[in-house]
C-alpha cells in the first residue's frame, strides 16, 4: 500500500511559480511511475508530467513543456513539480499519483493551485 500526500499549492500571479511536493510512504518499487495530473473546475482530469522512478526519464504535457519540470528525491521519497511562467489557464487541483504497472493505481488527496491575471 503507498499513501501520497501533496503540499505547495497556493494563489500566485502569472508569471510566478509555485513548486509542488508529493509525499509517499509506503514502498515505492524501482518499477513505478510517479505522474502529475490536474483537474479545472468543469473540465476532466488531464495529465500533466510523470517520471519513471528508476530511470529518471520523464514524459510531459505538450501545455506544460518548458515551464514545469517534474523531479524526484529517492532518499525522501518525494516527487516534486516546479511550476514556472504560471499562467492562468494553470488553475486547477493538482493530484499526485503511482502507477505500479499498467494503471495509476495510488492518488493523493489533491492539492489547490490559483493563478491570477
Do not use: H
Request: one cysteine or more; proline letters at 3%; glycine letters at 10%.
Amino acid at each position: 500500500q503507498v499513501q501520497l500526500v501533496e503540499s505547495g499549492g497556493g494563489l500566485v500571479q502569472a508569471g510566478g511559480s509555485l513548486r509542488l511536493s508529493c509525499a509517499a510512504s509506503g514502498r515505492i518499487l524501482s518499477t513505478y511511475t510517479m505522474g502529475w495530473f490536474r483537474q479545472a473546475p468543469g473540465k476532466e482530469r488531464e495529465f500533466v508530467a510523470a517520471m519513471w522512478w528508476s530511470r529518471g526519464s520523464t514524459n510531459y504535457a505538450d501545455s506544460v513543456k518548458g515551464r514545469f519540470t517534474i523531479s524526484r528525491d529517492n532518499a525522501k521519497n518525494t516527487v516534486y513539480l516546479q511550476m514556472n511562467s504560471l499562467k492562468p489557464e494553470d488553475t486547477a487541483v493538482y493530484f499526485c499519483a503511482a502507477r505500479p504497472v499498467r494503471e495509476y493505481k495510488y492518488w493523493g488527496q489533491g492539492t489547490q493551485v490559483t493563478v491570477s491575471s
